[in-house]
Structures are given as C-alpha cells and as structure tokens.
C-alpha cells in the first residue's frame, strides 16, 4: 500500500441540543478522527429541529482550526423511511422526507446523504427499484443543489433491495442525473449479504462493481465487523476484530488503492462494560486502524473499570 494514502475515518456521532453539529464536530474530535456521520435527527423517527439551531457557523469553524474537510462529511438518511413500500401513503411519506433530508444536507454544508434503498415486502423487484428511482429524481427536480444520495449496501434482511450490485445498478441506471446518485458500501452487510470480503475476493467484488456500475460511484464507505457468518441476511454489527470479517481483510478495505480518498465510518456497536455503563469505542478502532494493529480493547477496558 501506498505511504500517500489518504485515510479518511471517523464514525457515526450524535446530534443533539443544545450543541447539534457544533457538538457532533467536538465528539470526531475526541475520537481523533477526520471525518464523520450524523443523523439530523432521531433515526426511528421523522421529527427533525430547524437546522437554524445547529450552530453551522461554529461547527465549520472547528472544522476548520482540526483540519477536517467538510467535503467528506456524511449524513444518513433516517431507516424507517421506505421509497419502495408496497403502501402509497408510505412512499410518499418517505419521498417527501427525503427532499427535505436532502435540503437539511445542503443547508449543513454536507455532500453526501446514506439512504436505505428500502423493503420490498411483496413486490418484484422491477416495481421496487422503479419506486425508488422515482422518489430520487423527483427530488433532484426539486431540490437543485449538489447533494449526492448514496444507496447503501444492504444484508438482504427481510425483503430488503439493494443487496448486490445488480440490484444497485437497476437504481443507478434509471437515475436521470447521475451526479446526483452514488453508493455507500457497508462492510457487514455486504459480508451478510453473501460478498466474501477476504482481500482476493474484495478485489474481484470492486471489478465486477466497477464493470457493472463504475467505482466512480462509490462515496462512502461504513466499516463493520460483522456478529453473524457470511449470507446470514441478520444486518447485526460488531466491533472490529470481534466478528467473522477479520481485522486484517477490514484492513485491506480501509486502505485499498482504489478506495483512497473515500470517507470511511464506524458505525460498531458501544461496548458494556458491566449492566449500567456502555461507551463508545471508536477512539480505539480509530486508532487500531491507523496503526493497522488490532488489540483487545474490550479486555482492557473491562480490566480497568
């Protein structure tokens, strides 16, 4: 691997008053990161405070005295939203919060947005991704502005879509204005979803991705270890080192010449270290990676409560 690659990696942190962005750039900070992802709200729900409360100003300030890039921050989409519901009402539900997701992006300086392409449930698959093709061009009509909506990889859990790259590319390929859309590549559920990720195997998955849709379309990408084996279909997280995806094939993602310069968030599970204390270790996965040296944190931190 190249001395000149450019690591970029950070993970999901919270927004939450009376800081909002303003706290979610301090949180990165503490975790010795240069990028990372927020929710702008609750992602279990749709309710969602005025952006005019998010103290931009102050967060790109930070930003900017740690170094940080504001071009490789990331949003993600609330899950609950479904552009591909087989029920009217919850397509447009989704839809119409997704326009306004998009403008909350732009409003916070952000380029990219993560979206669940969403479940089936109990439609084919033509009518499905024909759905959210739709909810997506209708909101690059209407929102003119940058924000690229990266469909993320998913594990195949339930009637999920989006779970290989053919499905991806069923998007893509009816996406009118094609700087508008990219992919989110998720380790875990890729690994759930039946991709073998060991270091030869990854690199025949990014040559297919790359003949099939083109690696230009890859934005972001969400590293997870993985609880479950390979094609489990569970969509269930584990911190690095911890799963069935080795720490040395999750290496060999974060650092691969083909991914350099990519945003690249954690979004691995807190750890309990006994029934009333649960913290995030994100600064130690960062760090983990940064050295490429796994070692056992939940050890250490359970020794030393």
């Not at 279990?44 to 740690?66: G, S, Y």
């Not at 380790?187 to 060991?198: A, F, P, W």
């Not at 972001?220 to 080192?241: A, C, T």
């Amino acid at each position: 691997m190249s001395k000149e690659y450019n690591l970029i990696i950070g993970s999901h942190v919270s927004l939450k008053a009376k800081d909002f962005f303003l706290g979610s750039v301090k949180e990165a900070i503490s975790y010795n990161a240069n990028t990372f992802m927020v929710y702008t709200g609750a992602p279990q729900n749709t309710k969602r405070q005025p952006v005019e409360q998010f103290k931009i100003d102050e967060a790109f300030e930070l930003l900017k005295a740690n170094n940080i890039d504001p071009k490789n921050l990331v949003v993600h989409a609330p899950y609950i939203i479904n552009p591909c519901s087989a029920k009217n009402e919850t397509r447009k539900l989704a839809a119409d919060f997704l326009i306004k997701e998009i403008e909350r992006t732009a409003a916070m300086g952000i380029k990219y947005i993560v979206l669940h392409p969403g479940s089936a449930l109990g439609q084919d698959l033509e009518t499905a991704t024909k759905q959210v093709a739709y909810a997506l061009n209708n909101a690059f009509k209407l929102v003119d502005n940058d924000v690229v909506v990266c469909l993320e990889t998913m594990s195949g859990k339930g009637s999920e879509i989006g779970i290989n790259t053919a499905q991806l590319k069923m998007i893509i390929d009816q996406i009118e204005n094609k700087d508008r859309i990219g992919v989110c590549l998720d380790t875990c559920h890729l690994h759930e979803g039946g991709i073998d990720l060991t270091p030869a195997s990854f690199d025949q998955y990014l040559e297919d991705f790359d003949q099939q849709i083109g690696l230009e379309y890859i934005k972001v990408l969400h590293i997870n270890d993985s609880k479950n084996p390979i094609s489990s279909h569970k969509d269930r997280h584990e911190n690095l080192g911890y799963g069935y995806i080795s720490f040395d094939a999750l290496i060999h993602i974060l650092y691969h010449p083909k991914l350099n310069h990519l945003p690249k968030i954690l979004e691995t599970p807190w750890f309990d270290i006994d029934d009333q204390n649960s913290v995030p270790i994100y600064k130690y996965e960062i760090e983990m990676i940064k050295n490429k040296q796994w070692f056992d944190i939940k050890k250490q931190l359970t020794n030393n409560k």
